[in-house]
T-cell receptor
Framework: SQQGEEDPQALSIQEGENATMNCSYKTSINNLQWYRQNSGRGLVHLILIRSNEREKHSGRLRVTLDTSKKSSSLLITASRAADTASYFCATDALGSARQLTFGSGTQLTVLP | KAGVTQTPRYLIKTRGQQVTLSCSPISGHRSVSWYQQTPGQGLQFLFEYFSETQRNKGNFPGRFSGRQFSNSRSEMNVSTLELGDSALYLC?????????????????FGPGTRLTVL
């Protein structure tokens, strides 16, 4: 079963705007990772944030983690049409560090 | 460095048949995990192998099995295929430690095998 939910399920924005996606999870975790998937293809790793970190940046990506609320957000700044994809958060729970549990995903569409 | 490769990319089978999917991890990676992705259930963990040993298994029936070879390449097998087994099967590799206390590091995914069961 999935660890949690992502919000929104679908997001449509104009090129140049920022996109924010949220992820909630249920159990205590070691790490949280964000992945991108283009149209039924493989997953591309975007960023990993450890449970003792609160914020992390990578290029146009900014990830926050609030372990007290069991939630994370992914912000993509200055979005581009090429950012159109599904975005998933994935957690590895304490005691189950060898498997990832994925959220339901957010389908992001960036309109040119 | 070459990425994770999976073969075949597409497969069509009929109910009752069996299928074997193959995954070659990134050179030097010793851990291989398998995931199933369907529109209804999303991404679900199947199992993980490290040094030819299955270390963790998801909640799937015994029809789903796997193995890992000494060169870290892995195969998964699904026997007695059902319509509901139609899915994208993803393989992921990581350099991975062997201890239980090792925090998870990045997993690198292959392009997947699209299995259609008719």
């Amino acid at each position: 079963s999935q660890q949690g939910e992502e919000d929104p399920q679908a997001l449509s924005i104009q090129e140049g705007e920022n996109a924010t996606m949220n992820c909630s999870y249920k159990t205590s975790i070691n790490n949280l990772q964000w992945y991108r998937q283009n149209s039924g293809r493989g997953l591309v790793h975007l960023i990993l944030i450890r449970s003792n970190e609160r914020e992390k940046h990578s290029g146009r990506l900014r990830v926050t983690l609030d372990t007290s609320k069991k939630s994370s957000s992914l912000l993509i700044t200055a979005s581009r049409a090429a950012d159109t994809a599904s975005y998933f958060c994935a957690t590895d729970a304490l005691g189950s560090a060898r498997q990832l549990t994925f959220g339901s995903g957010t389908q992001l569409t960036v309109l040119p | 460095k070459a990425g994770v490769t999976q073969t075949p990319r597409y497969l069509i089978k009929t109910r009752g048949q069996q299928v074997t999917l193959s995954c070659s991890p990134i050179s030097g990676h010793r851990s291989v995990s398998w995931y199933q992705q369907t529109p209804g259930q999303g991404l679900q963990f199947l199992f993980e192998y490290f040094s030819e040993t299955q270390r963790n298994k998801g909640n799937f029936p015994g029809r789903f099995s796997g193995r890992q070879f000494s060169n870290s390449r892995s195969e998964m097998n699904v026997s007695t295929l059902e319509l509901g087994d139609s899915a994208l099967y993803l393989c992921a590799s990581r350099s991975g430690g062997g201890g239980k206390s090792t925090h998870y590091n990045e997993q690198f995914f292959g392009p997947g095998t699209r299995l259609t069961v008719l």
